[in-house]
């Protein structure tokens, strides 16, 4: 079984940063997207960044400029770098992963996706 286990959220003043880390661990052959989404009170979960295998990001409009993504393949950990943080910030942030459990997966392309926990961010103006 897969896991995500996220890290590092917290409560932070508008203009601070925050780093957030998330390992997967478990039956994994190789993670294809890893990406971090958020849910804010009242609203819908919505993509932050993700990174690709080749390390390729994608970024929502409102964090560009402001959140770098990153990981470690070696480790199976992706980061989001959070600065210049803004009240509009504050989420529940959710580590993804889509990955696949042996060469035979990668081969036939069976993915499975996996979210974590949650961690909470709080930004405070």
């Known amino acids: 079984q897969v896991q995500l286990v996220e890290s590092g959220g917290g409560l932070v003043q508008a203009g601070g940063s925050l780093r957030l880390s998330c390992t997967a661990s478990?039956?994994?052959?190789?993670?294809?997207?890893m990406g971090w989404y958020r849910q804010a009170p009242g609203k819908q979960r919505e993509l932050v960044a993700v990174?690709?295998?080749?390390?390729?990001?994608n970024y929502a409009d409102s964090v560009k400029g402001r959140f770098t993504i990153s990981r470690d393949n070696a480790k199976n950990m992706v980061y989001l770098q959070m600065n210049s943080l803004k009240p509009e910030d504050t989420a529940v942030y959710y580590c993804?992963?889509?990955?696949?459990?042996?060469?035979?997966?990668?081969?036939?392309?069976?993915?499975?996706?996996?979210w974590g926990q949650g961690t909470l961010v709080t930004v405070s103006s």
């Open positions: 993804n992963a889509d990955y696949v459990e042996s060469v035979l997966s990668l081969v036939k392309k069976r993915y499975f996706e996996v």
């Open positions: 478990g039956s994994i052959f190789r993670i294809k997207n």
């Open positions: 990174i690709t295998d080749g390390g390729s990001t």
